[in-house]
């Protein structure tokens, strides 16, 4: 019997038909006992709407943004905060479904001197201009020492926005790899990705990184009493070759190795999706079905922001404000 699992609220341009769960989910089950429909048994979601309230079937929920799982809108959850939530929840930070990544990121250390010397200073790629003031902050303490390439949104001076990241960071010796915002655990891929590119990273965002990559491997802001003081190393760095190349050569995950970090993970995710879809169907569901969370479920139909305002920029206070009064004078 096929499974027939569906998608909602994911980013635009997301491939319903040919993504990472979709490829999950074929490597164990097989190409053909997964069906994309419409209506589906099994619905995976994301943060960038609310189609998900209209769907009855077991819910899935995935972030790789700063959001923490709703478990009354959803049966499991995929996300990065290090909780615990019996058999509903598992820790899969962004970064793990950016393999290729991973792949190069392992090899940094591997190279000659010589391209790890040749290069510009530094560079960055921010699109969000709403992210936290922390990484404006450092942006400009950067470039009062020398020029940074931006080839994101924000700041370009490059002439166009890159679409490579690791191609384009692989010219510089030090990447800016700021999260938007900072909460322990939430690690995305802005960072590997810095390691792929074969330079130091300059980091910003999960207090507890060091938990996952070698700290002797990059630049970790929060070693740092300030800003500044992070910043007049990176100064440093860049003026001793000696200091740079011990640095940059560092296994991004210590003397340890832990090159089979990917497939650790992918594995335990493959046990955690087994679960759900190996157990009776009426079994899988987790979320409540008392009238309480009917209730709670139709307040966030009512009270939710429309995300095409939003995403068009415009302020939503008002809607709130309006959509309040409105509830008030009922």
Same mark, same amino acid.
């Given at each position: ?22 490829? /999950? ?80 990121? !392992?090899?940094?250390? /591997? &190279? ?23 990484? /404006?902050?450092? !942006?400009? !303490?950067? $470039? ?27 010219? &510089? ?39 996952? &990559?070698?700290r002797k491997a990059f630049v970790n802001c929060y070693r740092f009493s ?16 000696? =200091?740079? !190349? #011990? ?11 832990? $090159?089979?970090?990917?497939? /650790?993970?992918? #594995? ?9 879809? $190996? =157990? ?51």
């Amino acid at each position: 019997m096929k499974l027939r699992i569906g998608f909602a609220d994911f980013y635009n341009g997301f491939d319903i038909y040919n993504n990472y769960w979709v490829k /999950t989910l074929r490597k164990i089950y097989g190409r053909n006992m997964i069906e994309v429909v419409e209506e589906p048994d099994y619905l995976f979601f994301s943060c960038f709407g609310f189609k998900h309230l209209k769907y009855k079937c077991i819910k899935i929920f995935f972030t790789g943004e700063n959001i923490i799982p709703d478990f009354n809108l959803c049966d499991y959850a995929i996300g990065y905060h290090e909780i615990k939530f019996n058999d509903r929840y598992f820790r899969m930070p962004l970064y793990h479904i950016y393999r290729d990544a991973y792949k190069k990121a !392992l090899c940094r250390h /591997t &190279y000659e001197d010589a391209f790890y010397l040749n290069r510009k200073f530094c560079c960055s790629i921010i699109s969000n201009s709403l992210g936290n003031s922390s990484r /404006t902050q450092m !942006l400009e !303490l950067l $470039e009062q020492y020398k020029k940074i390439d931006n080839g994101g949104r924000y700041k370009n001076n490059v002439g166009k926005r890159i679409k490579n990241k690791v191609d384009f960071e692989k010219n &510089y010796k030090f990447v800016l790899c700021f999260e938007n915002s900072s909460t322990i655990g939430y690690t995305t891929e802005k960072l590997l990705e810095g390691f792929a590119g074969g330079g130091v990273p300059i980091y910003w965002g999960n207090p507890n990184v060091e938990s996952e &990559y070698n700290r002797k491997a990059f630049v970790n802001c929060y070693r740092f009493s300030t800003l500044q003081d992070a910043a007049e190393y990176i100064y440093e760095l860049d003026s001793d070759d000696s =200091q740079y !190349l #011990k640095v940059v050569k560092e296994n991004i995950f210590g003397n340890g190795g832990e $090159e089979g970090r990917y497939e /650790t993970i992918q #594995k335990n995710l493959e046990d955690f999706l087994r679960q759900i879809f $190996e =157990q009776e169907y009426r079994a899988a569901f987790r979320r409540s079905d008392g009238r309480q969370t009917e209730l709670y479920n139709s307040r966030m139909k009512y009270f939710r922001i429309p995300f095409e305002i939003c995403r068009v920029g415009q302020r939503a206070e008002s809607f709130i404000k309006n959509r309040s009064v409105c509830i008030l004078n009922k």
